[in-house]
Nanobody, 114 residues
Framework: QVQLVESGGGLVQAGGSLRLSCAAS????????MDWFRQAPGKQREWIAT???????VYADSVKGRFTISRDNAKNTVYLQMNSLKPEDTAAYYC????????WGQGTQVTVSS
């Protein structure tokens, strides 16, 4: 079993920043690839960023240049630094990883006001 716990969401004005954290525990390796997704009301969940086993990063076009994914392997924690936030970034944000199957955290809400 894998447990993922996100934190760091909140309300921020457009142009502001937030940093999300995702703490992983359970039957995991220290360097599993991890992903961030988000889901806005009435929309499908969308992938936004991945950090690979080697530490490489990949981003969706919608967040490229504004969001940065990183990890602290010693803490089994992945971060999502979000800068230049826009109202369209408002969503529930989820971290996720695959260990035989895909696991999800409970999500953390990010609301960006205009």
């Amino acid at each position: 079993q894998v447990q993922l716990v996100e934190s760091g969401g909140g309300l921020v004005q457009a142009g502001g920043s937030l940093r999300l954290s995702c703490a992983a525990s359970g039957s995991i390796g220290s360097i599993n690839p991890m992903d961030w997704f988000r889901q806005a009301p009435g929309k499908q969940r969308e992938w936004i960023a991945t950090i690979t086993t080697a530490g490489g990063t990949v981003y969706a076009d919608s967040v490229k240049g504004r969001f940065t994914i990183s990890r602290d392997n010693a803490k089994n924690t992945v971060y999502l630094q979000m800068n230049s936030l826009k109202p369209e970034d408002t969503a529930a944000y989820y971290c996720s990883m695959v260990v035989l199957r895909r696991y999800w955290g409970q999500g953390t809400q990010v609301t960006v006001s205009s």
